[in-house]
């Protein structure tokens, strides 16, 4: 670790997380929903299902599918995001879908589909992360059963100092020194890992490091979905 | 599952009384809500909330060249994306008709009634304009998502600060605001009537609207109209039609002032 | 853990319910070493040491036996396909109405769109099998349909159905409340079904209270017609 107190464009410390937020039911036509929030970043999720698979062609007899949609909204970031899927939406969609799928039992639901919406509504940074944590409350909200939650967080380099939790003008405007490093990463309540990914170059003790840090933030990072989807019970909006 | 079909004859048999299920008047909105600044990122923004439906409008503005025929304007660009998460019914895939539909009425309805100055976001003619884009998402569909969507597009448009000019580079500068997007002070509100039986009523709720026969939307002003549609294929008397104009007036006048009253 | 502090506990997936050898695992739930963890969100309920998740949640669950309400969706030579509201639809048989039909005029006996109590008698690879043949069950002509979620219908009915006697007495209408959470209200007139409908949305809303025939009890007395 450095030892000299590294600033953080927001004031955080290196190894901080920025405030949250989650919700659930906040989609009431859905099956499950959830929102979460980590400083300006807002994701909210919905899950519909199991249902059946249409099309007919589309159905897999042996297991059920698991269909994440990620939908970055168009005024969610400073330059305009044109409408509709593009490369970056569909690759997170599929990430969203690895990182959830090892807890669910798929093979209780042939030929059905669980549908995960996820909608990105004000972006800074983390959004996958944000849409895994939100999706994965949904899914729990939606009574599927799942082995555990899923829980998702960004570590990094900024410069040569680790953080926690990076935002937006860390991920794209920061070219301070070595530059920066994302690591987001999504594991289960039993240390797990479902997803990983990296941006960036670092060493691999720090990234050791690094993703040991983000483990560690998980764990508080449950506590406020369980603490969410508890909260929903007992006549709370 | 689409409302059964008995719950339609009863919907039917009370609204022949005058009476709908929630205790609502013909002519009566749920209760409206209005959110502003619900993403930081776009110029301006709002959720609305009508009852349970839902829908989220974030404004986004960039610099661009003047349509041929209009050297010395700004443009519009307004898009809708109904989305699978807000209902159970719409299905993955392209945006489908209601999407695009809606982005063109409510489109229409900004326009026509003048409510921006095109002309002030002029910033060099024939060369230099403001894009003024309104992008519509729904989050949940309990009925009404046209009108919600109306309600959300104008409060955004009206709490909305336009991002600062750069000379040098001659495109938006977003860590810059320059005021207000210049709008007249009388707004428009799209107001969709709909026909069950012989009675026409204002903001279905998702039942309510499963059995509407057709559909009138009315772009409307103080005292003006601005645009119109006739949605859906059953038909409606030109008495019909004169009873809607008379009607409209008092709408407008109850949804504008929650309007006024939440949009600062 | 003691059985009090265990049950009604709101619990989420993988959290652990309970430590001790002599825990069974039960309905959502699993075994790891001497935990018992859940599988799924919803409430604790602990019996003889069998621990279990009751869901709060969720997309029906068919089971045999259960009255259902659905829709009818399709016609096909020797039967109708129903929406149940679960991941799979339902097929109602010729042979499973109690009368004899000609294959000729299947639409004598529903239609597309009509809705119909029916029960499930059998699930299977092919899938969900429902029958008529039983007194109560048939398509439905008049009322209407109100859907809440399939697993607040426990609730809704109440124990040896006293919350359900409690609504149909209070609002004089007939109530067939189906396991998938559709619920048929027919009464004498709008305002009685509507009132039936907000008593039935009240319990779904407030599902989570102890003693909530006597809170319905009080609501009645607020809530007058």
Request: one cysteine or more.
């Amino acid at each position: 670790m450095t030892t000299k107190e590294f600033k953080r464009n927001d004031g955080r410390k290196p190894m901080e997380l920025r405030p949250i937020k989650a919700k659930v039911g906040v989609v009431p036509n859905a099956d499950g929903s959830a929102m979460y929030q980590s400083g300006d970043t807002i994701a909210i999720a919905a899950v519909y299902g199991p249902k059946q698979m249409h099309p007919q062609h589309s159905q897999n007899p042996e297991k059920g599918t698991l269909r994440c949609t990620y939908i970055m909204n168009s005024f969610s970031v400073s330059e305009r995001a044109k409408m509709g899927p593009n490369r970056r939406s569909q690759e997170i969609s599929k990430i969203t879908e690895w990182a959830l799928e090892p807890v669910l039992m798929l093979k209780d639901y042939p030929s059905q589909v669980i549908d995960v919406h996820v909608n990105i509504i004000q972006a800074d940074g983390g959004t996958r992360c944000a849409g895994i944590n939100a999706a994965s409350m949904a899914l729990a909200h939606a009574g599927i059963p799942m082995k555990s939650l899923v829980t998702s967080v960004s570590c990094g380099k900024l410069d040569k100092t680790l953080v926690l939790d990076i935002n937006g003008y860390e991920d794209s405007k920061f070219d301070e020194g070595e530059g920066s490093t994302d690591i987001p990463i999504s594991v289960t309540k039993d240390g797990s890992l479902t997803h990983m990914q990296l941006d960036g170059k670092i060493s691999v003790d720090q990234l050791k490091e690094a993703v040991q840090a983000a483990r560690e933030a998980c764990k508080e990072i449950y506590d406020v979905q369980k603490e969410a989807l508890k909260k929903s019970v007992g006549g709370e909006k | 599952m689409e409302t059964p079909r008995i719950n339609g004859e009863r919907i039917r048999r009370y609204l022949s009384e005058g009476k709908r299920f929630d205790g609502r008047k013909m002519d009566e909105f749920r209760n409206i809500q209005i959110e502003l600044g619900i993403s930081k990122k776009a110029e301006g923004s709002a959720r609305v909330r009508i009852g349970k439906t839902e829908v989220i409008v974030g404004i986004k503005m960039d610099v661009g060249e003047p349509y041929p025929d209009s050297q010395d304007k700004g443009n519009l660009v307004t898009s809708a994306e109904l989305l699978p998460l807000s209902s159970p019914r719409i299905e993955l895939g392209k945006p489908g008709f209601d999407s695009i539909e809606m982005g063109r009425i409510i489109d229409r309805c900004i326009r026509e009634s003048k409510f921006i100055n095109f002309e002030k976001l002029c910033i060099k003619e024939g060369e230099k304009v403001w894009n003024v884009f309104v992008d519509i998402y729904s989050i949940n569909d309990d009925g009404n998502l046209l009108d919600a969507a109306g309600i959300a597009a104008i409060a955004a448009l009206k709490s909305a600060k336009m991002p600062g000019y750069n000379e040098a580079t001659g495109k938006a500068d977003y860590e810059k605001h320059a005021g207000k997007i210049p709008l007249s002070d009388d707004f428009p509100i799209s107001i969709t009537f709909h026909k069950i039986g012989d009675n026409f009523i204002v903001d279905p709720t998702r039942e309510e609207e499963d059995f509407s026969e057709t559909r009138v939307t009315i772009g409307s002003l103080k005292g003006t109209i601005a645009s119109m549609q006739k949605g859906e294929t059953e038909v409606i008397t030109f008495e019909d039609l004169s009873k809607l104009l008379e009607l409209v007036g008092k709408v407008y006048k109850d949804v504008a002032k929650e309007v006024e009253k939440q949009v600062k | 853990m003691t059985n009090e502090s265990a049950s009604r506990k709101v619990i989420v997936p993988g959290e652990v319910i309970v430590k001790g050898k002599e825990y069974l695992p039960g309905e959502g739930t699993e075994k790891k070493g001497e935990e018992i963890v859940a599988m799924r969100f919803g409430l604790v309920e602990e019996v003889d040491r069998i621990v279990k998740v009751i869901p709060l949640s969720g997309v029906y669950q068919p089971r045999r036996g259960n009255v259902v309400i659905g829709k009818v969706e399709m016609v096909t030579f020797n039967g109708w396909v129903l929406n149940i509201g679960a991941a799979d639809t339902g097929f109602l048989s010729l042979m499973e109405v109690p009368r004899f039909v000609n294959k000729d005029a299947m639409d004598e006996v529903m239609s597309i769109g009509d809705m119909v109590v029916a029960k499930i008698w059998a699930i299977n690879q092919r899938g969900i099998d429902l029958s008529l043949k039983q007194k109560g069950l048939g398509v439905i002509d008049e009322g209407m349909i109100m859907k809440i979620n399939s697993n607040k219908v426990p609730r809704v009915i109440g124990k040896e159905g006293s919350m359900i006697k409690l609504i149909k007495d209070e609002t004089g209408c007939n109530i067939t409340v189906g396991q998938n959470g559709l619920i048929w209200v027919q009464g004498k007139n709008v305002e009685d079904e509507l009132f039936a409908k907000r008593a039935i949305l009240f319990v779904e809303e407030k599902s989570y209270l102890h003693g909530l025939t006597d809170e319905l009890t009080k609501w009645f007395k607020e809530n007058k017609k």
